[in-house]
Nanobody, 126 residues
Framework: VQLQASGGGLVQAGGSLRLSCAAS????????????MGWFRQTPGKEREFVAS????????SYADSVKGRFTISGDNVKNTVLLQLNNLKPEDTAVYYC????????????????WGKGTQVTVSS
């Protein structure tokens, strides 16, 4: 297993969650730092949607407009973990959230991502 996402759950609107994605450093060639890590989400019947990404090497980030100002992506290079802090959650944020890795810097396109973790469910009640 190269990517493992966790931290989902049920929360009321306006609440917060923190998602975590642990990466197996040895599985990434040439180095984990040459990758961007991204979070996507998907609801039944819809395409996978970009949420946020971070470039390991520089810490540069990119966000979907729908989550700007509410979600924050960050990386812990020591623990090889990418975090996604979800604040002021809305019912429309309900989805399965996936973490993924790409060699394309800060890509928002899911086909660019070559490694995917299993999703974690986030449910926001109104």
């Amino acid at each position: 297993v190269q990517l493992q996402a966790s931290g989902g759950g049920l929360v009321q609107a306006g609440g917060s969650l923190r998602l975590s994605c642990a990466a197996s450093r040895r599985a990434f060639s040439p180095t984990l730092s040459s990758y961007s890590m991204g979070w996507f989400r998907q609801t039944p019947g819809k395409e996978r949607e970009f949420v946020a990404s971070i470039l390991w090497e520089s810490g540069a980030t990119s966000y979907a407009d729908s989550v700007k100002g509410r979600f924050t992506i960050s990386g812990d290079n020591v623990k090889n973990t990418v975090l996604l802090q979800l604040n002021n959650l809305k019912p429309e944020d309900t989805a399965v959230y996936y973490c993924a890795a790409t060699r394309r810097s800060l890509s928002s396109s899911s086909p660019d991502y070559i490694y995917w973790g299993k999703g974690t469910q986030v449910t926001v009640s109104s």
